[in-house]
């Protein structure tokens, strides 16, 4: 009775159970995954009974595997095409913004960076359907397709660079530029030699965030989209789902899913590598919407 007392007197205290919630939260999240890599090597089409290990729909099926279905290898290469042109579009667009913003004052820096921050608490949804509506009739020239596409998620990915690449101008502070200053640089040359380097960790942290975010995307490509060739990996599983699903559906998600964790456990580890080597302090995390 006195321990139970002490912990409600006391709730900010040790915490006892913490560790229970979260392994139980983690193990809740990775069994639809885990359930779908399994049955992505299942020997038969079935997607509810495992008959044994194949690497038929991954390689061997004629026609509905990985490597010799079409639909399925164009909508992976118009997946990767799309994440790649995203990343190159929106990373220098949000370096550039966040430069901007950290030396522009003012209350119109403020309502931009309010502006911007829009991307994260609009539903993604609402942004697809306002892009979808400007598309086809104020810019009707661009309609709807892969430059659709790829402008809607440079919208939806572009703050994600800009919060990113903020945080470690905040922990770098203005001292390293002032002294190049100070040494004879002009202030584009400090920006070149000075700021940049040092922002090379965050930059591509968060290239490999908007990949990531590009590469499983499926509100606003399937909603900007035109036609079959500009379906994307998660409209074929979505589409699939809702018909006569086959483990190939798995096996492709389950592509996404490893070459997209890569990314990004690549990109941590150099980030860290970098961080350490510069010997400045690590920027602070920045805790992202999924």
């Known amino acids: 009775m006195s321990q139970l007392r002490s912990a409600l007197s006391n709730p900010w205290g040790r915490t006892r159970f913490l560790w229970v919630i979260g392994i139980g939260y983690v193990v809740w999240t ?7 890599i399994v049955f992505s090597f299942n020997e038969t089409r079935s997607i509810s009974s495992f008959t044994g290990f194949s ?43 966040a430069l901007g ?41 661009i309609g709807l397709g892969t430059t659709a596409q790829l402008l809607g998620l440079t919208v939806l990915a572009l703050a994600y660079p800009v919060v990113i690449v903020r945080a470690r101008l905040i922990s770098l502070g203005r001292d390293l530029e002032e002294a190049a200053v100070d040494l004879g640089c002009s202030p584009v040359q400090s920006l070149v030699r000075v700021t940049l380097p040092l922002l090379l960790p965050a930059i591509l942290a968060s290239g490999a ?31 699939t789902a809702r018909g006569a699903p086959t483990p190939a559906a798995n096996a492709v998600g389950t592509l996404m899913l490893t070459a997209s964790t890569l990314i990004i456990v690549l990109a941590y580890l150099f980030y860290r590598r970098s961080v350490r080597r510069q010997g400045t302090k690590a920027a602070p995390t920045v805790q992202l919407p999924a």
């Open 30 to 36: 990775m069994i639809p995954i885990v359930y779908a």
């Open 55 to 97: 690497l038929r729909w991954w390689l061997s099926d004629p026609d509905d595997s990985l490597l010799q279905d079409p639909a399925i290898r164009h909508a992976i290469v118009q997946t990767l095409k799309l994440a790649s042109l995203t990343t190159l579009l929106a990373v220098p667009l949000g370096v550039a913004f």
């Open 101 to 141: 913003l950290d030396r522009w004052r003012g209350r119109s820096a403020a309502g931009t960076n309010f502006v911007m921050m829009f991307s994260f608490i609009t539903p993604e949804l609402i942004l697809a359907v306002s892009l979808f509506l400007l598309f086809i009739n104020a810019f009707d020239v």
């Open 209 to 239: 965030i908007v990949f990531a975010i590009a590469l499983d995307d499926f509100v606003t490509v399937q909603q900007l989209s035109s036609d079959a060739p500009t379906a994307t990996v998660s409209m074929y599983i979505y589409g």
